[in-house]
C-alpha cells in the first residue's frame, strides 16, 4: 500500500521527485565545462557571460529537457514492487556518499577553485595542486560522487530511461575530467603531471 506524504504523492512519487531533483543540481555540471574547456581562452577574457550567460542557459534548457516530459523519462521501470524498496534504498546511500564527499571537498579546497574561478581568472587566482584529504586519495572527487548521485537517483526512481540518460553523462564526466586534467597540466605544469603520475583519477588504491 502506498505511502502518502502528501496530497496525491506516494512513497515512489517522492523518490521520484528527489532523484529529479538530484539530476537537476547535478547534470549541468559536466555540460557547463564541455563548453568551457574547450574555448577556455575565449572564456577567461569573458567570465560573467562564461557564468551568468552559459552557465544560467544550461541549466535551464537541462531543467526543461528533464521536467518537462518527466512522465516519459519515469515511463519505464526496471526494477519491480518486490524489488523496489531495495533497489531505493542502495540508491539513498549513494546520494549520501556524494554528500559526504563534497563535505571532503570543501574541507580540502577553496569553494572559489570548485567553481573553476583558477581556470577562469588564472591571473587573479592561480590556483595550486590540491594533493591533501580526499585528494590525496582521488583526483576527481567531485566527479567520482557525482556519479554517485546520478546512479542513487537511478536506483531511487527504477526508471529505464534514466538509466540510459546517465550512461551518456558516464561518459562526459570521463571526457570532461580529461579536458580538464588538460588545462590543469598546461596551467601548472610538472607538479600536477607529478600529482597525476601518484593519484588515481576516480578509483582510490587499497591501502
Do not use: N
Not at 610538472?190 to 576516480?202: G, L, N, Q
Request: hydrophobic residues 50%; contains cysteine; positive net charge.
Amino acid at each position: 500500500m502506498p505511502f502518502d506524504f502528501a496530497p496525491g504523492m506516494s512513497f515512489q512519487g517522492l523518490r521520484d521527485a528527489v532523484a529529479l531533483f538530484v539530476l537537476l543540481v547535478q547534470l549541468p555540471i559536466p555540460l557547463f565545462w564541455l563548453v568551457v574547456h574547450p574555448t577556455v581562452g575565449f572564456w577567461q577574457r569573458h567570465p560573467r557571460a562564461c557564468y551568468y550567460g552559459v552557465g544560467t542557459s544550461i541549466w535551464a534548457l537541462t531543467a526543461v529537457a528533464l521536467l518537462l516530459p518527466r512522465a516519459w523519462w519515469l515511463g519505464e521501470r526496471f526494477s519491480g514492487p518486490e524489488t523496489s524498496g531495495l533497489v531505493a534504498l542502495a540508491g539513498a546511500g549513494l546520494i549520501v556518499a556524494d554528500l559526504w564527499l563534497i563535505r571532503q571537498v570543501k574541507r580540502d579546497l577553496h569553494w572559489k577553485a570548485l567553481l573553476g574561478l583558477p581556470e577562469l581568472l588564472p591571473r587573479q587566482r592561480p590556483g595550486r595542486v590540491a594533493s591533501a584529504g580526499i585528494y590525496a586519495r582521488v583526483r576527481h572527487p567531485r566527479y567520482l560522487g557525482m556519479m554517485l548521485s546520478w546512479t542513487g537517483a537511478v536506483l531511487l526512481t527504477g526508471a529505464t530511461r534514466l538509466l540510459v540518460l546517465v550512461a551518456v553523462f558516464m561518459g562526459l564526466a570521463l571526457l570532461v575530467t580529461e579536458l580538464e586534467e588538460r588545462e590543469l597540466l598546461a596551467r601548472l605544469g610538472e607538479a600536477y603531471a607529478d600529482y597525476r603520475r601518484r593519484v588515481p583519477r576516480f578509483l582510490p588504491r587499497l591501502r
